[in-house]
C-alpha cells in the first residue's frame, strides 16, 4: 500500500485540468477560432487530456482496490462503487440531452422510437456511448458527443483491474508489471493489425478501439508509479525535465514517421513522471481549490461537447464575429462549467451516498479526513 498517498495531494485538480484540456482542444477545433496562442490545428497548448485520464485512473483506481482487498470487501462492492460514479451522470446526460434536441427541432418524437435512436440512446444506458447514428448531422459536429468514446475503455479497464491485483499477489509486482507492458505492446500490435487488415470502419476494429487494450500503457503507466513512487529520484528539475522532453518528442515529426503509434510508449514515461510529481507536490490552494467547488471533472468531460455542439448549431462564432475569439471559448468555459456543477451537485455527489462501502482509509476518524487520499479525489472517477 503506498503510505504516501494516504496525504492530501492535487490529484483531483490534475483530472480536473486533463479534463479543461480536452474542452479547449475541442473547443479551438470545432469552432474555428483562436484560443490565446492557441490556432486551430496547433498543438502548442497539452492535447493529451485522455491519456492522462489514463495515467490517473491507473494510478488512483488500483490503489481504490488495493484498499477494496484490504479491508476484505466483496467483489461486488467495487463494481456497485464504479458503476455509481460513472453511470448516473452518463444516464443523466442522454435524458436531458434528448429533450434539449426534441426542442430545438433536431430530432422529433417520431425519432424517438427509430431503431438509430435507441441505438445511440441505450449505448448511453449501457456505458458504450459509441453510435453515432447520422440522424442527428445537422446538429454542430453530427456526433452529439463524440467525447465519450473513452468511457468503454474506462469501465473494461475497471473490470480488468481484479485480474491485474490477482496476477500481483500470486507473481509479484515486477512479473505484473512485465505482463502489462506485454499487453500494451500487444494491444498496439494488434490494432495495427486490424487497421491493416479489416480497416478502420469494421465492426471488429472498431469495438477493439472502444476497449482498453490498445490504451494499456496509459493505465499501466499509473500503476507503475503507484507502486515505485517511493523508489525513485523525484524533484522539482526532474519533473521540469520530463515535461520538457514530453513536448519534445511529441513534437518531432520525424520519431513520429520513425515509430508511429509505438511512439507512445516512450512520450507516456517523461509525461506520467511529471504530472504524478505534480500530484504529490503541487500547492495545496489547489486542493483546497476543488475540495470546495466539488469534483467537476466529469462533468466537464461530458458536457463540453453538448455546449460546443451548441454553438455550431446556432453559428455563435459567426453572430459574435466582432468579439475577440478568446472571448467565445471563455462563454464554453463558463457554460460547460455551470452545467458540471449542476451535475455535480444535484447527480453524482448525492447518488454516491447509495455506494455499499468506501475505500476511504481512516474513515473512523473523521479529523483525519482531509489527510486522506480519496477526500483529495473526493469520488475517484
Given at each position: 500500500?503506498?503510505?504516501?498517498?494516504?496525504?492530501?495531494?492535487?490529484?483531483?485538480?490534475?483530472?480536473?485540468?486533463?479534463?479543461?484540456?480536452?474542452?479547449?482542444?475541442?473547443?479551438?477545433?470545432?469552432?474555428?477560432?483562436?484560443?490565446?496562442?492557441?490556432?486551430?490545428?496547433?498543438?502548442?497548448?497539452?492535447?493529451?487530456?485522455?491519456?492522462?485520464?489514463?495515467?490517473?485512473?491507473?494510478?488512483?483506481?488500483?490503489?481504490?482496490?488495493?484498499?477494496?482487498?484490504?479491508?476484505?470487501k466483496p467483489l461486488k462492492?467495487?463494481?456497485?462503487?464504479?458503476?455509481?460514479?460513472?453511470?448516473?451522470?452518463?444516464?443523466?446526460?442522454?435524458?436531458?440531452?434528448?429533450?434539449?434536441?426534441?426542442?430545438?427541432?433536431?430530432?422529433?418524437?417520431?425519432?424517438?422510437?427509430?431503431?438509430?435512436?435507441?441505438?445511440?440512446?441505450?449505448?448511453?444506458?449501457?456505458?458504450?456511448?459509441?453510435?453515432?447514428?447520422?440522424?442527428?448531422?445537422?446538429?454542430?459536429?453530427?456526433?452529439?458527443?463524440?467525447?465519450?468514446?473513452?468511457?468503454?475503455?474506462?469501465?473494461?479497464?475497471?473490470?480488468?483491474?481484479?485480474?491485474?491485483?490477482?496476477?500481483?499477489?500470486?507473481?509479484?509486482?515486477?512479473?505484473?508489471?512485465?505482463?502489462?507492458?506485454?499487453?500494451?505492446?500487444?494491444?498496439?500490435?494488434?490494432?495495427?493489425?486490424?487497421?491493416?487488415?479489416?480497416?478502420?470502419?469494421?465492426?471488429?476494429?472498431?469495438?477493439?478501439?472502444?476497449?482498453?487494450?490498445?490504451?494499456?500503457?496509459?493505465?499501466?503507466?499509473?500503476?507503475?508509479?503507484?507502486?515505485?513512487?517511493?523508489?525513485?529520484?523525484?524533484?522539482?528539475?526532474?519533473?521540469?525535465?520530463?515535461?520538457?522532453?514530453?513536448?519534445?518528442?511529441?513534437?518531432?515529426?520525424?520519431?513520429?514517421?520513425?515509430?508511429?503509434?509505438?511512439?507512445?510508449?516512450?512520450?507516456?514515461?517523461?509525461?506520467?513522471?511529471?504530472?504524478?510529481?505534480?500530484?504529490?507536490?503541487?500547492?495545496?490552494?489547489?486542493?483546497?481549490?476543488?475540495?470546495?467547488?466539488?469534483?467537476?471533472?466529469?462533468?466537464?468531460?461530458?458536457?463540453?461537447?453538448?455546449?460546443?455542439?451548441?454553438?455550431?448549431?446556432?453559428?455563435?462564432?459567426?453572430?459574435?464575429?466582432?468579439?475577440?475569439?478568446?472571448l467565445i471559448h471563455v462563454?464554453?468555459?463558463?457554460?460547460?462549467?455551470?452545467?458540471?456543477?449542476?451535475?455535480?451537485?444535484?447527480?453524482?455527489?448525492?447518488?454516491?451516498?447509495?455506494?455499499?462501502?468506501?475505500?476511504?482509509?481512516?474513515?473512523?476518524?473523521?479529523?483525519?479526513?482531509?489527510?486522506?487520499?480519496?477526500?483529495?479525489?473526493?469520488?475517484?472517477?
Amino acid at each position: 500500500m503506498n503510505a504516501k498517498l494516504e496525504k492530501a495531494n492535487v490529484f483531483d485538480f490534475l483530472r480536473l485540468f486533463a479534463a479543461f484540456s480536452v474542452l479547449i482542444q475541442h473547443s479551438v477545433g470545432h469552432l474555428g477560432v483562436n484560443f490565446l496562442w492557441l490556432q486551430p490545428g496547433g498543438s502548442i497548448w497539452f492535447y493529451d487530456g485522455v491519456p492522462l485520464f489514463f495515467v490517473l485512473s491507473g494510478m488512483l483506481v488500483y490503489y481504490s482496490y488495493e484498499r477494496h482487498v484490504k479491508d476484505s470487501k466483496p467483489l461486488k462492492f467495487y463494481v456497485t462503487n464504479r458503476f455509481l460514479r460513472v453511470a448516473p451522470a452518463i444516464y443523466t446526460y442522454a435524458i436531458i440531452t434528448t429533450i434539449v434536441l426534441l426542442i430545438i427541432g433536431v430530432i422529433s418524437l417520431k425519432t424517438l422510437i427509430t431503431v438509430k435512436f435507441l441505438a445511440w440512446f441505450s449505448g448511453n444506458f449501457l456505458l458504450t456511448p459509441i453510435a453515432y447514428p447520422n440522424i442527428f448531422k445537422s446538429f454542430g459536429t453530427g456526433v452529439v458527443n463524440g467525447s465519450l468514446w473513452t468511457i468503454p475503455q474506462e469501465f473494461s479497464f475497471y473490470l480488468f483491474v481484479p485480474i491485474i491485483f490477482m496476477i500481483e499477489r500470486k507473481f509479484g509486482f515486477k512479473k505484473m508489471f512485465i505482463f502489462l507492458i506485454a499487453i500494451s505492446i500487444l494491444g498496439i500490435v494488434l490494432l495495427q493489425a486490424l487497421n491493416t487488415t479489416l480497416g478502420e470502419s469494421n465492426m471488429i476494429t472498431f469495438l477493439y478501439i472502444h476497449s482498453f487494450l490498445p490504451y494499456m500503457i496509459y493505465f499501466s503507466m499509473g500503476i507503475f508509479w503507484l507502486k515505485c513512487w517511493s523508489k525513485v529520484k523525484s524533484n522539482g528539475f526532474m519533473a521540469l525535465l520530463s515535461i520538457l522532453v514530453y513536448f519534445g518528442i511529441r513534437n518531432l515529426t520525424v520519431l513520429d514517421h520513425v515509430l508511429g503509434p509505438y511512439l507512445k510508449l516512450l512520450w507516456i514515461i517523461p509525461l506520467s513522471y511529471s504530472v504524478i510529481w505534480f500530484g504529490y507536490n503541487g500547492p495545496s490552494i489547489l486542493h483546497k481549490m476543488v475540495k470546495k467547488t466539488g469534483d467537476l471533472s466529469f462533468g466537464v468531460y461530458i458536457w463540453h461537447m453538448v455546449i460546443i455542439n451548441l454553438f455550431m448549431y446556432y453559428n455563435v462564432t459567426k453572430t459574435l464575429a466582432g468579439w475577440p475569439s478568446t472571448l467565445i471559448h471563455v462563454l464554453v468555459i463558463i457554460s460547460t462549467f455551470v452545467l458540471a456543477a449542476l451535475s455535480w451537485r444535484f447527480i453524482e455527489r448525492p447518488v454516491l451516498k447509495f455506494k455499499p462501502y468506501t475505500s476511504r482509509a481512516g474513515m473512523e476518524d473523521e479529523s483525519k479526513r482531509t489527510e486522506n487520499l480519496i477526500v483529495a479525489n473526493e469520488y475517484i472517477n
